[in-house]
């Protein structure tokens, strides 16, 4: 369950916009939002600086004074979210943007930003004293009480319960760990993404070897070569990492890239082939209409499909797939971040040319009409002409993002196809892949004895 603390912001709220709308830190701005204001924090902070001079009768600006506290011109609230909770940014930001709405309403001005960069996922929110309603919103520890608990309502109807606190004991995790855990690496799988890239360059293992050394590796040469890489505790031996990392083996990866590239290696046996065509022969014997058997002709047909030699490939095909999803999600959460914020401006720009047709306007119609043409004139869009541009970019951007969305979704795919072929060798090679099966078979089949009544 999260814990929601919060702070008044007196003089500092441009700074404070800027902290929270960090790229570095909200996933490329992909894990921020807003209400009432555009979601950068120079057009955030001018929407603000307008309503708060509308209600508050004073300067946006206004510095501390040298005596007392000096006005409250915003509040930055956090909703901190528990380990424990083991929810994606994703989901914590879609709870707080709910939790706000249902906090402040429709008519307040707030930017919400969801943060990844600790060890727990953790949002801001900046909210204006001032709805564009006029409503003054006021902090204190009364409001505050009432603010988390309605957090804790929000987050239940998400299906987070509250967890009890363990004293004297933490609740976190070491953020090292975590981000192992959330990457899947390791020492050994680090080293055959490294030597599986660089059989693809080099000319000889004493090459390859030499570029490792260049890479901060630690080389050992000697009857047994062994590897370290940069920060590892202890250098392991090539052919511990695996049946296709003996020296022999590598040496003879390194040859058969120049000469076999595209087909299959007459002289030398697939192992991961074999294992997977024994296993689905070995399945057959205990049930031949077994669900193992269909998932394990599906691996095979990706095996065979794109010429997969060893496991070892496999484990330097997925970090490679792994480097290649996360520069495609960087690049989809750019374009998405762009086409939000185009798109919230032609929002904007919309209500601002069907609001000054209209005849007569309320006092809050009238203070969105002065905020929008503020924001409007610092992005020069003065006509409708201009408005249909703006649309064209949005369109434009989109058609943009759409190859690189189906990249990264191409790569998301594979990437699943080689894990799970991955974590069904590792299953497979254990020994009593076939015994768990027959033992589930056995169960199927015993009879149901009922209870007697």
């Known amino acids: 369950m ?3 603390k919060s702070k008044s912001i007196r003089a500092t709220v441009q700074r404070s916009l800027a902290y929270i709308l960090n790229p570095e830190k909200t996933d490329d701005l992909v894990l921020t939002s807003s209400l009432n204001c555009l979601t950068d924090p120079e057009g955030a902070y001018y929407n603000m600086k307008m309503v708060y001079e509308r209600f508050g009768g004073k300067s946006f600006d206004e510095p501390i004074p040298k005596s007392g506290k000096g006005r409250v011109k915003a509040i930055h609230y956090i909703q901190s979210f528990d380990p424990k909770d083991n929810i994606s940014p994703e989901l914590a930001h879609k709870i707080s943007k709910a939790f706000a709405l249902k906090v402040f309403g429709k008519d307040s001005q707030m930017v919400i930003a969801s943060h990844v960069d600790k060890e727990h996922i953790h949002t801001h929110l900046i909210v204006n004293s001032y709805g564009v309603d006029g409503h003054k919103f006021n902090d204190n ?5 009432k603010i988390r608990e309605e957090s804790d309502r929000v987050c239940l109807a998400f299906g987070i319960k509250p967890i009890e606190p363990k004293r004297g004991v933490s609740q976190g995790v ?8 959330r990457r899947g690496t390791s020492w050994k799988e680090k080293i055959h993404a490294e030597i599986d890239s660089l059989i693809l360059k080099v000319k000889n293992v004493d090459e390859l070897l030499a570029e490792l050394e260049m890479l901060g590796y630690t080389v050992k040469r000697g009857k047994y070569i062994s590897v370290k890489a940069p920060d590892q505790q202890r250098a392991v031996r090539l052919k511990t ?5 003996t020296v022999e083996q590598l040496a003879s990866r390194i040859l058969w890239r120049d000469v076999g590239a595209g087909i299959n290696n007459p002289c030398e046996r697939s192992a991961l082939r074999d294992k997977y065509s024994e296993t689905i022969n070995n399945v057959q014997d205990v049930n031949a209409s077994h669900p193992s058997l269909e998932q394990l002709g599906i691996l095979l047909t990706v095996i065979n499909r794109d010429r997969l030699q060893s496991i070892g490939e496999v484990d330097g095909k997925i970090e490679q797939l792994k480097y290649e999803l996360e520069k495609s999600r960087q690049e989809v959460n750019i374009m998405e971040t762009k086409c939000n914020l185009l798109k919230s401006l032609a929002a904007q720009a919309d209500e601002y040319f069907s609001l000054i047709d209209k005849p007569s306007l309320t006092a809050e119609e009238q203070l969105r009409v002065e905020m929008y043409r503020e924001t409007l004139a610092q992005k020069n869009i003065e006509s409708l002409s201009d408005l249909d541009y703006l649309k064209g970019v949005v369109t434009e951007t989109e058609q943009k993002a759409s190859p690189i969305k189906e990249h990264y979704n191409r790569c998301a795919a594979l990437l699943k196809e080689y894990s799970d072929i991955a974590t069904t060798y590792e299953e497979i090679s254990q020994g009593d ?3 768990k ?4 078979k ?3 089949d015993e009879p149901q004895v009922r209870p007697r009544r």
């Open 2 to 4: 999260p814990f929601v």
């Open 141 to 145: 520890k009364e409001t505050l009480r």
């Open 174 to 181: 070491n953020y090292n760990e975590w981000e192992h855990k």
């Open 241 to 245: 990492l695996g049946e296709d990392y």
């Open 433 to 435: 892949y076939i015994s």
């Open 437 to 440: 099966l027959i033992e589930q």
């Open 442 to 444: 056995r169960k199927k």
